[in-house]
Every structure is written in structure tokens, then in C-alpha cells.
């Protein structure tokens, strides 16, 4: 069992940066892939990044190449989400979720946190 709690939501304006936390306690995360996943009100979750806990390999979607940046911290059992430049159309909640095995780009992961809030004013 994986326990998620994400952290560092807020408001924030067009262009400016936000960083998202996510800690995770209750089993070793050695052969999971880690992910951030949002979901705007009324739409689909979608795929943000993902990280492989062990080799630190990153994914990203399309939208934020280049913008976002996920890492984790080993030692901490958290992984993080840096978003720059972030624009109106990203506000959403950010959900962190684990899954065995490898990265996938859909929402079909076994752990996800509560949520956090992110809303990008105009």
C-alpha cells in the first residue's frame, strides 16, 4: 500500500511558477513509476509527467514540455512538480498516483492523493 499526499497548490497569475509536492509513506517505491495528473472541472484527468523511481527516467506530455520539470527526492519519498510559465488554461486539480512497473500516460495507476489546487489567474 502507497499513501499520497500532495501539497503546494494555489494561486498563482499567468506566467509565474508554481512547485507541487507529493510524499509518499507506506511501502518502498523502488519499482513504481511516479506520475502528476490533473483535471480541469468538467473534463478528463490528464497526463502530466512521470518519473521512474528508480532510474529517474521523466515523461512528460506534450503541453508542458519544456515548462514543467518532475523529479523526486529518495531520501524524502517525494516527488515534486515544477511548472513555469503556467497558463490560465492549466488551472486544475494536480493529482500525484504510483503503479507498479513502468510509466504509462493514462490514468490507470493503483495509488492517487487527494488533490491539490491549482488556478492560474488571467
Known amino acids: 500500500q502507497v499513501q499520497l499526499v500532495e501539497s503546494g497548490g494555489g494561486l498563482v497569475q499567468a506566467g509565474g511558477s508554481l512547485r507541487l509536492s507529493c510524499a509518499a509513506s507506506?511501502?518502498?517505491?523502488?519499482?513504481?513509476?511516479m506520475a502528476w495528473f490533473r483535471q480541469p472541472p468538467g473534463k478528463e484527468r490528464e497526463f502530466v509527467a512521470a518519473?521512474?523511481?528508480?532510474?529517474?527516467?521523466?515523461y512528460y506530455g506534450d503541453s508542458v514540455k519544456g515548462r514543467f520539470t518532475i523529479s523526486r527526492d529518495k531520501a524524502k519519498n517525494t516527488v515534486y512538480l515544477e511548472m513555469n510559465s503556467l497558463k490560465p488554461e492549466e488551472t486544475a486539480v494536480y493529482y500525484c498516483?504510483?503503479?507498479?512497473?513502468?510509466?504509462?500516460?493514462?490514468?490507470?495507476?493503483?495509488?492517487w492523493g487527494q488533490g491539490t489546487q491549482v488556478t492560474v489567474s488571467s
Open positions: 498516483a504510483a503503479r507498479r512497473w513502468m510509466v504509462v500516460q493514462r490514468p490507470e495507476y493503483d495509488y
Open positions: 507506506g511501502r518502498t517505491l523502488s519499482d513504481h513509476a
Open positions: 518519473v521512474s523511481w528508480s532510474s529517474g527516467r521523466t
